[in-house]
């Protein structure tokens, strides 16, 4: 099989300015999906009245529902534009995903070094800041490296409501030019040169944590 | 000799389960005071009221003058009283160090290099100076005591309280950390300490309570306590440890 | 506004095509999730060897399968293999072929976990015991493997069944396919439609995926505090 590499050649500024929106659409999505994650846990962890329960719902009704359906609702039915709907959609998606790795974090932080601060004259405020959070987001690292990687990988499916990503560029490269082998290669190529370097940074950061604080 | 902490008729429960049930003692200055007792006997759940971390349903906790209960400043209080737990609890993620310079410099404003020179002090007393820059991780269970000890000690405290510092330790670090609490005594420090070992009780208290189901049962000092106890109740709890010897 | 309309959803005949398209939406999955555990457990035992033989290209393919998206493979094989390599796979096959080795990848990762994070005083006070090899095996190490390993793979059920709706890439006419003409047939006289529709095919995941999460997190609370 022979494939056009002028045509590929010329092809990559195409992949560039996709991949471009890409990874911001990914990079504003997963910021606003740790706020939503951070914010939900924490009223969790605080057990705020009223909030419980609406912020688990949330929870469930975000990890159980895929991606492609939130888009689509938000987009055709509640006729929010493409990319701020794409943001959306995954700050939605993975607030829960984030929450989840929150609250598992902060309830990894045991109920007795609490008591201990409290003991020492720290505040409510000056303990959840100084001795529970700290301890609370390092455990929570690989978790949350993992959903970086796992929302990363999802915004590939944001071309569904016209967005120009890389899929977006792939699929009209197959159905306006036939270059069908040409475009798979380029979508693999770029997919690999955006998610390798994230892996490797996540798995590093995975390892320091390991073989830091932990252990009694 | 001034009093400086009384505790007067003191009553809590959990639910039906009456913890302590008319508690009254008083701890002069400069004294320790041993207080043991079969667990849940109440015992922790005292101690834990004394500095707010258990609130109490009816009597009176008056520290250093001052009535504690609900609208009690607890910060405040607390940052005179010290309180070493069994689980040590020093914070994982921070360095001996700075484990122990957190609340001088938090709670009492003081300057990084200041509390730093007090910790350092602390942590020669100890014999632990070496591992200033070591994480939790990286001591023993003796050593994560005696740091524990240091941290609450940082805070210049007028008293101190010990839950059964020794209880997850084995005998050769428990002897460890009752050496450095032998040390803590000769130098004057206030000191309630709850303790299941008998014969440090015997060593180091100048008073001693035995409490069995939410009441003092025994008051007095505590070589007359273990040579001639004058309850049942004692009597049957001093035999039950002759037993598991 | 949207929010009229809704009366797309109480017409018989759109509740039964979407009906349709969600039985080829479950059979999918279904089928997926069957090949998917049995390869996956056998790659999984096969992966337990520490080999170099075995342990480079197990990695190779788990690493491969997980850095690039789903969508990407679909994509791969749809447009790619099938057509340049001459293979007439239908929609459904590809998308049945994709998933089975993208679960089966996951499930392999799961089963070589949950056996080889068994600690090893399992297998000595087992020994000590004087139980042979395969008793070890037979009634310590695989009955605690499978309390870990059913959740797990529970889960990994409804991660696949979540990744369903990516088959309306591929012209599979499944249950979102399906909402999508009963929209595209309604669009002048119900501007609301995909609302609607976009909204119950939301509620019939959810409705399919929670319980099954559910299940997953009761059992691994159960048994881990076994």
């Known amino acids: 099989m022979e494939l056009d590499y002028p045509n590929m050649i010329a092809s990559i500024p195409l992949f560039a300015r996709a991949a471009w929106t890409t990874l911001w659409i990914a990079a504003s999505g997963i910021l606003l999906a740790g706020a939503v994650g951070l914010a939900g846990a924490f009223c969790l962890y605080l057990e705020l009245p009223y909030l419980a329960r609406p912020i688990k719902a949330y929870i469930e009704i975000s990890r159980n529902t895929p991606l492609l359906v939130q888009l689509f609702l938000l987009h055709f039915g509640l006729k929010v534009d493409a990319l701020p709907c794409a943001v959306m959609a995954l700050a939605f998606l993975g607030g829960g995903y984030m929450a989840e790795a929150f609250r598992a974090g902060l309830e990894a932080v045991e109920r007795s070094q609490v008591e201990s601060a409290l003991s020492l004259g720290l505040s409510h405020y000056e303990t959840v800041r100084h001795v529970v959070l700290p301890q609370a987001l390092i455990s929570a690292v690989p978790a949350i490296g993992a959903n970086v990687i796992f929302l990363l990988k999802e915004t590939s499916v944001v071309s569904v409501v016209a967005v120009t990503d890389i899929v977006a560029v792939a699929k009209d490269l197959i159905s306006l030019y036939y270059e069908t082998a040409e475009a798979l290669v380029m979508l693999v190529i770029a997919y690999l040169i955006l998610l390798t370097p994230v892996c490797l940074a996540v798995w590093r950061l995975e390892r320091k944590v390991k073989y830091a604080v932990f252990g009694r | 000799m001034s009093e400086i902490l009384a505790v007067r008729n003191l009553r809590k429960s959990f639910g039906p389960h009456v913890v302590l049930d008319g508690i009254d003692f008083s701890v002069d200055e400069g004294k320790v005071l041993t207080i043991i007792g079969a667990s849940g006997c109440g015992k922790s759940t005292l101690l834990r009221t004394i500095n707010g971390l258990e609130a109490f349903d009816g009597g009176e906790i008056v520290f250093d003058g001052e009535r504690l209960g609900p609208g009690t400043d607890w910060r405040r209080v607390r940052s005179h009283i010290g309180m070493v737990f069994q689980s040590y609890d020093l914070f994982n993620h921070l360095k001996v160090i700075d484990n122990i310079t957190l609340a001088p410099i938090k709670v009492q404003n003081k300057r990084k290099e200041e509390a730093e020179e007090i910790a350092m002090n602390l942590l020669r007393r100890i014999r632990l100076d070496d591992k200033r820059n070591a994480y939790p991780r990286e001591l023993s269970g003796g050593q994560k005591q005696r740091v524990a000890i240091a941290r609450a000690l940082a805070m210049q405290p007028r008293i101190m309280l010990f839950d059964e510092i020794t209880a997850s330790l084995d005998p050769e670090m428990s002897q460890e950390v009752l050496e450095a609490l032998l040390e803590l005594a000769a130098t004057k420090m206030t000191m309630i300490v709850v303790t299941h070992e008998m014969g440090f009780a015997k060593a180091i208290g100048d008073d001693l309570l035995f409490m069995d189901d939410g009441k003092v049962v025994e008051r007095g000092a505590p070589r007359d306590f273990f040579a001639a106890p004058r309850t049942q109740r004692a009597r049957r709890f001093l035999s039950r440890f002759e037993y598991q010897i | ?226």
């Open chain 3, 1 to 226: 506004m949207p929010f009229s309309g809704a009366e797309i959803l109480f017409d018989p005949a759109n509740l039964a095509r979407l009906g349709e398209g969600l039985i080829v939406t479950v059979r999918i999955a279904a089928i997926s999730i069957v090949f998917a555990f049995l390869f996956g457990m056998v790659i999984g035992v096969i992966a337990l060897s520490r080999s170099g033989f075995v342990q480079i290209p197990y990695q190779l393919f788990l690493q491969a399968i997980r850095i690039v998206p789903q969508i990407v493979w679909l994509f791969l094989f749809f447009f790619g293999f099938a057509r340049l390599l001459g293979w007439n796979w239908s929609g459904e096959t590809t998308g049945i072929v994709v998933f089975s080795i993208w679960g089966a990848a996951e499930m392999a990762d799961l089963v070589r976990a949950s056996i080889s994070s068994l600690p090893a005083h399992q297998t000595q006070s087992a020994l000590a015991l004087g139980l042979a090899r395969s008793q070890i095996y037979l009634h310590v190490l695989i009955p605690q493997a499978v309390r870990r390993l059913i959740p797990a793979s529970i889960n990994l059920a409804t991660r696949i069944i979540k990744t369903t709706p990516l088959l309306v890439l591929i012209t599979i006419v499944e249950v979102l396919k399906v909402g999508q003409q009963l929209i595209e047939a309604k669009i002048l006289t119900n501007p609301a439609a995909a609302f609607w529709i976009y909204g119950l095919i939301f509620v019939i995941y959810f409705l399919i995926c929670f319980p099954i999460a559910v299940l997953s997190r009761r059992l691994e609370a159960k048994w881990s505090a076994q």
